[in-house]
């Protein structure tokens, strides 16, 4: 043990730069807090352990949510990425997600940077072996050097640090990802603390030497030519596009893996953790769907200056020789040369259950976790949870009301309302479909959604706010203008009849015709005299959605309205639902445990019925009476 040495004070420490702790540690420092982020490697911030990507479905709703609300990871890919796509663009705007592929390091570089410039923040490389917890308060952090830092709040954002263990074929090995140190020593520290934690684990696929690829015999995949930044900062973006190819194994490829099951850490039981169920390993897909004969495998750069190849979709913990013989299987890849094997890692988390909905632990004071340390799965997952728990610890310190955004408000809200009342048995990974009232919640208006929220808490700048508050004033304008301006006859026949859509049989409002499906905005342009110059696409896209979509946004807005009743119907902290004897045993034990913030949350927690939330909501209207009294 080394000798202990005071080493200063902050408003909060932030354990790990991850994409978690690099977003709450800025998050604080931007409120006007003293901050320290500490981290194991510094030459890791915002590292990405596995796909060299930002966004995806789902995901690209969070990091423009992030963004929208002033945080870091949009403006941080916009500068980095090196391919551009809006997933699903033939399905309805709801699920049209923004994905860019990124050149790793310098994502890294740029977010070091950023760090390293924000004026209240300190970096300092160190590990994190102890947290000091005094009468349920945190008091401070110590590190593996015997610094000892005072703290009003701590965020521990660990990620797969924890614990952590590699598999490689039978290969065990204690490490971190990426052949980076683990975190053992906090564990021990952490069970003090009667934090419950758990082993979940994940996985990678090997990096191939591009040199040794066969472009020839792959599909090139390139990204959108009209591509959207993903901060509503920039209007534009200038970078030099990359390809990513496409290949395919096939039934070779699945012998040699059949054959080496009992070669993969995951099949002979040394791997303990669970692990996420929406990106399975190579051996998982092979065993899962044994009807299928091929599987898709997109190989992506890793950046613009390194040879490295990302096979995604081969993701496995496999033996390295077998990885070498099965990729060699695949077209194109006869003569690959891996660079860094696949490999799974295992971890500690905790069981989210425990946090409240401010991410802070309900048993100890001022200590708060994000990321993969929360049980969830994703950069852009890490990162959304980072922002709210370093806002949080900041409202904290100022004795303010902590931000808690609901799931009909954002993405942001869905995520950590779904980890912190129904839990989670294996790594969470965001989707739309988890999110009731995606209509509402679309990834092009997060900035008109969070905006003003980020601002009002001290974290979104003037420049940025101005930007939203033009863009509203826009909007307004031109719905004003579409839903009271004709088309004329004659020069809208040729038009609809040009989209195949039925003609009209006199002058029609522009709201009216962009109603119809088959027609857009790009199509009426020449005939719609009226519409302002540069009239920006944002602009444009707003209305088209809002007009096209009015009666789905109506019947949603109808249904926040019911939720919202739930929601704000709070219980108050201090209920001991064991002594509420009308409910079932199953939803007292679940109720004590969890703690929900209001009746809403009660009723989505499973094992909690419709029958005790009626108990509930009788019980309330005593308390109530009683608190008049
Ligand atoms: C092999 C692998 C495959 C994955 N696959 C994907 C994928 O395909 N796509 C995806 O989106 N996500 C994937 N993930 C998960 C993804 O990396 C995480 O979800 C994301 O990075 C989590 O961010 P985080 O900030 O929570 O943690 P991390 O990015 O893991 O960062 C944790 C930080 O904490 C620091 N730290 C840990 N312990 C201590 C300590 N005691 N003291 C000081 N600092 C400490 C570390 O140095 C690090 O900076 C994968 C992860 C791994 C390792
Ligand atoms: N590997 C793991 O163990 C692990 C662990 C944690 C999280 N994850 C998550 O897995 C996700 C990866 O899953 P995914 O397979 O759905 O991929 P994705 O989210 O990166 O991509 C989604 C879809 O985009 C398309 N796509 C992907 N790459 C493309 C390319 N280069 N060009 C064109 N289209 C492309 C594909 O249709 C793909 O299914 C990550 O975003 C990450 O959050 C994986």
């Not at 890294?108 to 970096?123: A, F, Y």
């Not at 030497?209 to 472009?215: G, I, K, M, V």
């Not at 002979?268 to 091929?294: A, H, L, M, V």
């Not at 939803?587 to 009660?602: D, F, H, T, Y």
């Amino acid at each position: 043990m080394a000798r202990m040495y005071h080493s200063g004070k902050f408003d909060c420490i932030v354990v790990g730069a991850g994409h978690a702790g690099c977003e709450a540690a800025l998050a604080s420092a931007r409120m006007g807090a003293n901050t320290l982020i500490l981290s194991i490697n510094l030459d890791s911030i915002a590292m990405m352990p596995c796909n060299p990507s930002i966004g995806g479905t789902g995901k690209g709703h969070l990091v423009r949510e992030i963004d929208a609300l002033g945080g870091e990871m949009g403006l941080n890919i916009d500068k980095s990425l090196v391919q551009s796509k809006m997933l699903n663009r033939s399905k309805g705007p709801a699920v049209h997600s923004l994905r860019a592929q990124a050149d790793k390091n310098k994502y890294h570089v740029e977010m070091k940077k950023v760090l390293e410039n924000t004026d209240n923040l300190k970096v300092r490389q160190a590990e994190v072996v102890d947290i000091d917890v005094k009468d349920g308060q945190v008091k401070g952090v110590l590190t593996s050097t015997g610094a000892y830092f005072e703290a009003e709040t701590v965020v521990l954002a660990t990620g797969t640090y924890l614990g952590s263990k590699i598999f490689i074929g039978d290969a065990i090995l204690n490490s971190g990802p990426n052949g980076l140190a683990g975190s053992y020593d906090l564990v021990t520290q952490l069970k003090t603390l009667n934090i419950d934690l758990r082993r979940f684990k994940t996985g990678t696929p090997a990096r191939v030497d591009s040199r040794t690829l066969n472009y020839d015999k792959m599909e090139v995949q390139w990204g959108d030519t009209d591509y959207e930044p993903f901060s509503f900062m920039n209007d534009t973006i200038e970078f030099k596009e990359l390809p990513c190819w496409l290949s395919y194994t096939n039934p070779t490829t699945h012998d040699i893996i059949i054959q080496n099951m009992d070669k993969s850490g995951l099949y002979t039981g040394t791997i303990e953790g669970t692990g996420p169920r929406y990106c399975p390993s190579i051996e998982t897909k092979i065993e899962r769907f044994q009807d299928k004969n091929r599987h898709q495998l997109f190989i992506e750069p890793e950046g613009y200056d390194t040879n490295e190849m990302y096979v995604q979709g081969m993701s496995t913990s496999m033996a390295e020789d077998v990885q070498i013989n099965f990729m060699r299987t695949i077209p194109g890849m006869e003569s690959c040369e891996i660079m860094r094997p696949a490999y799974a890692i295992e971890y500690d988390c905790i069981n989210p259950l425990h946090l409240k909905l401010s991410l802070e632990f309900q048993d100890i004071e001022g200590l708060f976790s994000a990321g993969q340390f929360n049980g969830s799965s994703g950069y852009e997952e890490a990162a959304a949870q980072g922002l709210i728990a370093g806002i949080n610890a900041v409202l904290k310190i100022r004795n303010k009301p902590p931000f808690i955004l609901d799931r009909s408000e954002a993405y942001i809200g869905v995520l950590i309302d779904d980890l912190v009342t129904k839990g989670t048995n294996e790594p969470y990974r965001m989707m739309t479909s988890r999110a009731e009232y995606r209509l509402l919640l679309r990834q092009d208006n997060a900035d008109l959604r969070l905006t003003q929220k980020g601002y009002e808490i001290g974290l979104v700048t003037e420049v940025r706010y101005q930007k939203m508050l033009t863009k509203m004033k826009l909007i307004d304008a031109e719905m004003d203008r579409v839903t009271t301006t004709n088309l004329f006859l004659d020069a809208l026949n040729p038009i609809l009849d040009q989209c195949g859509t039925p003609r009209v049989n006199q002058s029609t409002k522009i709201s009216e015709i962009l109603k119809r499906s088959e027609v857009s905005y790009e199509a009426i342009q020449s005939i719609d005299l009226t519409r302002p110059d540069n009239l920006p696409r944002d602009v444009m896209k707003q209305v088209e959605v809002m007009i096209k979509y009015e009666g789905y946004i109506k019947k949603q807005l109808q249904q926040v309205e019911k939720y919202k009743s739930l929601e704000s119907k709070k219980l108050p902290d201090s209920i001991d639902y064991s002594q509420i004897e009308s409910l079932r045993i199953e939803a007292r034990q679940k109720l004590n445990e969890i703690r929900p913030e209001s009746i809403g949350q009660a009723s989505r927690i499973s094992g909690v019925s419709p029958a005790d939330v009626s108990v509930l909501l009788v019980y309330l209207e005593h308390y109530r009476r009683r608190a008049t009294k």
